[in-house]
């Protein structure tokens, strides 16, 4: 059950903010083996001021269009599955979006399954 932060500078397209959403949901699917119709996604605009990203950490020269991703997703996942999703989000939105690789940021929160709650106050994942 991922939960999708995108974080967008503002001025952005109806299309461009859908298109965002869809291509982390598509690379979760393809690579971190998340089930279909698992989709929680909250995209927020916010104005240069509030978007505060080092343009050159670690050496990569990011832009102000640079794009904040964070999804918090049970634990368990390997590194190799979260290498391949971090360059499928990058692939996907440089070619759906053309946004720069640069500017994709992502972060990932793991957590234990009795962390969630679908509805009706309950934790269906608990055991």
Not at 6 to 11: S, Y
Not at 22 to 50: G, I, K, Q, W
């Amino acid at each position: 059950m991922p939960f999708v932060r995108i974080e967008l500078a503002e001025g952005q397209s109806a299309e461009y903010r859908s298109a965002v959403a869809d291509e982390v949901y598509n690379a979760m699917r393809d690579t971190l083996n998340v089930p279909e119709n698992d989709r929680f996604v909250v995209v927020s605009e916010h104005s240069p001021n509030d978007i505060i990203v080092d343009r050159t950490y670690l050496g990569i020269e990011r832009s102000a269009q640079c794009v904040l991703i964070q999804i918090t997703l049970n634990a368990g996942r390997s590194l190799d599955m979260k290498r391949a999703f971090y360059r499928a989000v990058a692939d996907r939105l440089n070619q759906r979006v053309a946004l720069r690789r640069e500017d994709v940021f992502i972060n990932l929160v793991e957590v234990a399954k009795e962390n969630w709650s679908f509805g009706n106050g309950e934790a269906q994942y608990a055991t």
